[in-house]
């Protein structure tokens, strides 16, 4: 069996314990949500986000399915609560400042704040081996600002609780900071970001920006970026690196203000972003974000995840 058929083998060993896992109700002990919890997701109307939403919503929360598009998100929440579940739609488009306030405002109003934020929104313009740079502003504002404007925005809107609230940065392998295949060549910077000292908002979004300035000139083909999903890359590696960083500002929270943040990869998965050719399905690629954001006990916090276990950066 050559190294390729060896990793497939586990993977799929593995994908099969999780859904026997995913079989195992929570007991009453570890249920710290009830009914009133509220989680919300976004990018929610299809795909990931959409499954995330769904089985949130059957562990008995309330979710909000927020989405860009009113119509498309009014339509699938619609779906989803004749189903029978407890599901809200809000508009909301992650890389539009009014968007993000007025829902916001709409959720304090209406609930008072939020437990649970998932930030699934993402895109890729780059398919199989085709690496094109052309979209890198949507990329990056989507994937990283979107992300993290959400969270500012949230985070003084999380409930206190004895259980903490969550945060799941829906985030990919590609952005490993020390992956063997796609990684930053410079060594220095590589070592900045990897270090607690020396890691900080403006080193991540000097990073990105310095990557957005040689799209522009077209420097960034010797820059030494991940060779392989360049934009897509860099801003995972960028989401990674900012749940780090939040991970360890937000530990000095004291009990019953705690949040904890957390990031994932769900694995190659069957979606529109992949044209459908991943070797997953969206219920296998939401599992690992669902049980993050429902872990009991006090749990991780600024780490990054697969197929419910902790991964290296
Ligand atoms: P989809 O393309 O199916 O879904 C992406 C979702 O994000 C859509 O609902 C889309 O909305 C939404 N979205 C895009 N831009 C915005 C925005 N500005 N504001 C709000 N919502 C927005 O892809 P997936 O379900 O596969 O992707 C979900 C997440 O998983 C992404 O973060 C992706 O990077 C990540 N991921 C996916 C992998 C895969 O193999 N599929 C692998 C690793 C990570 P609309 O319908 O309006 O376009």
Redesign the pocket.
């Known amino acids: 069996m050559n190294p390729q058929e060896r990793a497939k083998e586990r993977r799929e060993k593995r994908l099969q314990e999780i859904s026997l896992l995913r079989t195992i109700p929570y007991s009453e002990h570890h249920r710290w949500w009830t009914p009133e919890t509220i989680a919300v997701v976004?990018?929610?109307?299809?795909?990931?986000?959409y499954e995330i939403t769904r089985q949130l919503a059957m562990h008995g929360l309330t979710v909000i399915l927020?989405?860009?598009?009113s119509v498309?998100g009014l339509e699938t929440t619609k779906v989803l609560q004749e189903g029978g579940l407890n599901v809200v739609f809000h508009q909301?488009?992650?890389?539009d400042p009014l968007s993000i306030k007025t829902f916001s405002e709409w959720v304090e109003q209406t609930y008072g704040g939020i437990d649970i934020l998932v930030n699934?929104?993402?895109?890729?313009f780059n398919l199989g081996s085709d690496n094109s740079v052309e979209n890198a502003d949507n990329v990056i504002a989507?994937?990283y600002y979107?992300t993290k404007n959400m969270i500012q925005a949230m985070i003084p809107l999380m409930r206190p609780s004895a259980a903490g609230a969550r945060i799941v940065n829906?985030?990919?392998r590609l952005g490993r900071l020390n992956g063997r295949r796609n990684r930053i060549e410079d060594v220095k910077l590589r070592q900045e970001l990897n270090n607690d000292e020396s890691l900080s908002e403006e080193l991540i979004d000097g990073t990105v920006e310095n990557f957005l300035k040689q799209t522009k000139d077209g420097s960034w083909v010797s820059g030494g970026w991940p060779k392989s999903n360049t934009d897509y890359a860099v801003s995972?590696l960028a989401v990674n690196a900012y749940t780090r960083l939040m991970g360890k500002i937000l530990s000095d929270r004291p009990e019953g203000h705690k949040i904890y943040i957390n990031c994932y990869?769900?694995?190659?998965?069957k979606?529109?972003?992949?044209n459908w050719v991943?070797n997953i399905s969206?219920e296998d690629?939401a599992d690992t974000g669902v049980w993050l954001a429902l872990l009991p006990g006090q749990p991780a916090t600024g780490k990054f995840f697969a197929e419910r276990r902790e991964i290296s950066f």
């Open positions: 976004t990018g929610a109307n299809r795909g990931i986000g927020t989405s860009r598009d498309v909301l488009d992650v890389i699934n929104a993402g895109v890729s989507t994937n979107g829906v985030s990919s995972k990869c769900p694995g190659w998965v979606t529109a972003m992949t991943g969206a690629g």
